[in-house]
């Protein structure tokens, strides 16, 4: 019997991400997209829905970031032994890529939750003898290359995955589309529904796209315009061939480019954001289209330090599978959770010195950054006014721990690294700082769990969701964040944390309202009082746990988009 028969029979909604984040020894993810999707595997094995996941099986990961003596980002490949985690399976599909048949086998990674309950996961592998040289590398390299290759990953994950499922057996009724990437999967579903003959053809779409929508789901995560994959057509027919006719892929995809996004939304009849602000933002960004919100959440048991899960037994024995039992935890003892607290931050502080050589007190409160380092998260916005910084520190001293990628060609998010590294250094008399290299599910683990403080500065309204902000709530760890994205929901000023600037601010004024925040609120109150400041790692727990999370995100999306 073949490892994947078990999951045949009831597996009936197809969930395709070009990342996920499945364990740390994996390095199939970059970031956000891909840990979320991990987070909602884990809660679909959970909640025992009828699920199989998709996704590449890059080989050599995404990027093993170092950092040099001047500060800079020194990018490396990431492998990976796929043999040691996952099997394959005896199955192959081919696709058509620049005329050349290449051939794509899945392997098969068991995710299981911890009652027992498993969800499949087929990683896509085109490293295969009977390929191409040029064509093995397709899956290595997660959103590596230039714009040609990105296509033949999209072309992988979209038509590969999509005929992968058919080879092996599943019955699929329902495809979910994690960003724009696998929306050549919907066009290749649109081949099997022609209009009869003698539908009109000049200027309309010759393909019944109704029949399509009922089967598609489509989450858009990205605010930035430059974040919606764009290929020329020119290439897309290169690489492509006849798979569309062009006419009807510019009906779908755009005239100009073949945009992945917009043919995603023209072929998916439940759309959504990640995010209250988010949808409303990308109904602006795309009008016409009915667009919905599901708010991101995250895994709890995942992202909970273990002195807390234990907390959360003794009130909450449930709490794992039905995160909404953390209500309660508003009723634990100050002691408790101030102990609890205190062993997770000691984790962090003791990760911190080896990583980065800097010595930091348990005493003093950690501000902590951890995101991906592009311009729009504005990881440099803490250091706007240096003067200002020591001035607060000698008042209230605080300490600061930062870290995260660039993207391999960011070239500007390269630079604000660098930056901030010669910020630390004028700053190393007078305020501990630290950047630990090379951010991943481990090291978020420690950072969402042990800082004091969750810092989040982006330029609204680019933020889509943030959800390592709901990962460091259910530490206890209070937020400060601009208003975008979740927090907007999650927000409520001197309870959950703190909100940097107003909604209607002018954003040149959030790095004045970030100082103003730390030295007159935030950091006082650290300092001076201690019983209000559980107070809140209690009210942060118990109001953003219980709706924050991936089991209600998964069960909003199981009741509204796939069985609608």
């Not at 590596?144 to 072309?155: F, M, N, S, T, V």
């Not at 080896?354 to 348990?362: F, N, S, W």
């Not at 599910?441 to 500065?457: F, H, P, Q, S």
């Not at 929901?489 to 309202?513: L, P």
Request: net charge negative; proline share 6%; charged share 25%.
């Amino acid at each position: 019997m073949s490892p994947i028969d078990p999951f045949l029979p009831r597996r009936r909604i197809a969930y395709f991400s070009m990342e996920i984040a499945l364990r740390p020894e994996m390095h199939t993810y970059s970031g956000g997209l891909g840990v979320l999707a991990g987070d909602t595997a884990r809660s679909c094995a959970d909640l025992e829905l009828p699920m199989v996941f998709l996704t590449l099986a890059s080989r050599e990961g995404y990027l093993r970031q170092e950092i040099d003596g001047d500060g800079r980002q020194v990018d490396h490949a990431d492998p990976w032994d796929l043999a040691d985690w996952a099997t394959p399976l005896d199955a192959m599909v081919a696709v058509r890529i620049e005329g050349r048949a290449v051939w794509v086998r899945p392997w098969l990674y068991v995710l299981t939750c911890p009652v027992g309950h498993a969800i499949p996961v087929l990683l896509l592998d085109t490293r295969l003898e009977h390929n191409d040289p040029v064509d093995r590398a397709i899956s290595d390299r997660l959103y590596g290359g230039d714009e040609a290759y990105r296509l033949k990953q999209e072309i992988l994950l979209g038509v590969g995955g999509m005929r992968i499922l058919h080879a092996l057996g599943f019955d699929i009724e329902t495809y979910h589309l994690n960003e724009g990437h696998a929306a050549l999967l919907a066009a290749g579903l649109l081949r099997e529904h022609r209009h009869p003959s003698d539908r009109p053809s000049d200027g309309a779409l010759r393909y019944d796209a109704d029949r399509v929508r009922e089967r598609c789901v489509f989450t858009t995560h990205t605010p930035v315009e430059a974040g919606h994959d764009r290929f020329d057509y020119e290439d897309a027919e290169r690489l492509l061939g006849d798979f569309l006719p062009l006419d009807q892929m510019k009906l779908l995809a755009g005239p100009d480019r073949l945009n992945m996004t917009r043919l995603a939304l023209n072929l998916s009849g439940y759309v959504n954001g990640v995010a209250m602000r988010h949808a409303e933002t990308a109904r602006r960004m795309f009008p016409g289209y009915g667009i919905r919100a599901v708010t991101n959440g995250v895994h709890a048991p995942t992202w909970t330090h273990p002195a807390f899960v234990r907390l959360f037994q003794e009130i909450a024995p449930d709490w794992g599978h039905d995160p909404e039992e953390l209500l309660g935890a508003d009723q634990l003892s100050d002691d408790a959770v101030w102990t609890a607290h205190q062993e997770a931050k000691g984790d962090l502080l003791a990760e911190i010195q080896p990583l980065a050589g800097v010595a930091m007190r348990p005493d003093v409160p950690v501000i902590a950054f951890a995101r991906r380092m592009t311009g729009y998260k504005r990881p440099d916005l803490l250091f706007t006014d240096l003067e200002r910084l020591r001035a607060i520190n000698r008042t209230h001293p605080f300490q600061v721990v930062m870290a995260g990628k660039a993207h391999p060609r960011d070239e500007g998010g390269k630079a604000l690294i660098a930056e901030i590294h010669a910020h630390m250094r004028s700053l190393a008399g007078d305020i501990p700082m630290a950047f630990l290299p090379n951010y991943d599910m481990t090291l978020a683990k420690k950072l969402v769990a042990g800082a004091d403080v969750w810092l989040n500065t982006p330029l609204p309204p680019y933020e889509a969701s943030g959800t390592s902000g709901m990962k460091a709530a259910l530490n206890g760890v209070l937020n400060l964040s601009v208003l975008d994205g979740w927090w907007i929901e999650a927000w409520v000023e001197g309870v959950t944390g703190w909100a940097i600037g107003q909604d209607d601010q002018r954003h040149e004024d959030d790095a004045q309202d970030l100082y103003d925040k730390l030295e007159r609120t935030v950091l006082p109150l650290y300092h001076a009082d201690r019983g209000r400041w559980i107070r809140m790692m209690k009210d942060s727990i118990s109001k953003i746990g219980p709706r924050f999370n991936s089991q209600r995100m998964m069960r909003r999306y199981a009741s509204e988009a796939y069985l609608r």
